[in-house]
């Protein structure tokens, strides 16, 4: 018998989880649905099966994968867990049976040994095969229809530990481009593997380079040529957690390092530059320019993601992300990563018109808080698009005690200029037990949605979302299905 959830902040209001797949045909939208929006959004979030007996953190709820299917001027939900091992193993338990992020000093003996995987960071199509990611483990395929677990994917035995959740596709060519880190272990040797896989799903280039430390590598940039990962000082150790310290924590005074590698090239070729210590776990977009690489991104001189070294905490008023740009000199003439603020909003999760993701963009949407104090934990309650050329922000808040996930680009049928299209989140209203997936005009948020589709019980909040246009090449296979 499953046993009622702890009172914990990841765990209530917005977050609660609800525990159930559900299968909605025909939504009820207010307001007019676009026509020319035929595709799918996915989105996948942290919803636990069971209560770990100890803790809880917001990276650890099993993921659940929800589908919107917006076809013939209509719109049906999907949402399904993704049946890990360790999903399986604790359903038929009847409890939880592994610890926080998979510690096994607090995991059950019958669990020894098995991966702890979630699937519950990232949602990704590629090659026509849907990918359920969480930065520790390899892909699990997902139908891409029916959202069953099909399995996991390891490109032909390069993968079979750490897979990032922010691979890289790049619809210029069709490639994904990933990597992961902690590849040896938490006491074994930092390295990062790097990843490219053709658009058939092959793999065509998988090499390792030593990291510094073992930061946590959440994310990296992609541009025409080059690949740059971020070593930022938030650090795994343990170590220091043997000693009874933290074993994930923020390092005062240590520096960032970015590790800059030709995108096809070799190991060898490592530029490495070094900035203040940054946090930093996801870009807006990067690209080459003018003898420069830009890459614009969500970051903060510190993180309350995770405690300092001395198990002392930041508040995240102190370390509010904000819109970034860091310049590279390609010349070589300088080392220096110029950095500049281009929008000083508390935000979560920026992201490009992805179609022209390793290309120069210029418009940019985000969650944001706005009159909420820590989105983490009240709900972000505003939607942001910049415009990074003019410098205007265009923004829409959603009430005080709003919930919005992140704000995502979806292209309109036929479109090929960048942000011809809509915007689309999930949102919780204030003070109410449903959702709404909130549809903008993508260059006029503030005008508010055009549409929003009614979901009638409440959608825990999540994580990362994406959305296939059905007239794109990532997008098209899914409907070749239905058809
Ligand atoms: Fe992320």
Known sequence: MAQPFKDHPYLTGHHQPMRFEADAPDLI?????????????????????????????????????????????RVSMRNKWVR??????????????FGV?????ESDPSVQGMRYNTGNTNIVLHGGKLLALMEGAPPIEMDPRSLSTREYLDYGGTVTGPFSAH?????FNGEMLSFGW?????????????DIIDKHGQIVRNVQFDAPYMSMVHTFMVTENWVIFPFNPLETNIQRFMQGGPMNAW??????????????????????????GRH??????AWEEDGKLIADVAAANGTALFPNEDGSMNTHKDTALELRRWTIDLTGATDEVKEETLNDRDIQFPRPDDRFMTRKTRHGYANCNLHSTDGRVDGMDAAIHFDTTTGKEDLYHFGDGAACGELIFAPRVGA????????LTLVHPANSHHTELAIFQARDIAAGPIARVFIPYRIPSGFHCNYYTADGPLGAPVFEQAA
């Open 29 to 73: 939208v207010h307001g007019e649905l676009p026509d020319d929006l035929h595709g799918v959004f996915y989105r996948v979030g942290g919803e636990p099966l069971y209560d770990p007996p100890e803790g809880y953190h917001w990276f650890d709820g099993d993921g659940m994968v929800y589908g919107f299917f917006f076809e013939d001027g």
């Open 84 to 97: 890990t091992e360790k999903f399986e193993a604790e359903l038929k338990a009847g409890r939880r049976l």
């Open 101 to 105: 992020f998979g510690n096994p000093m």
């Open 167 to 171: 691979p890289k596709v790049d619809q």
């Open 182 to 194: 902690m590849i040896n272990g938490p006491m074994g040797k930092p390295e990062i593997r790097y």
């Open 251 to 276: 390092v005062r005074g240590r520096s960032s390092k970015l590790a800059m590698l030709p995108r096809n090239g070799d190991t060898d070729k490592i530029r490495w530059l070094e900035m203040p």
């Open 280 to 285: 930093m776990f996801h870009e807006l977009n």
């Open 416 to 423: 090929t200029d960048e942000a011809d299209g809509y915007a």
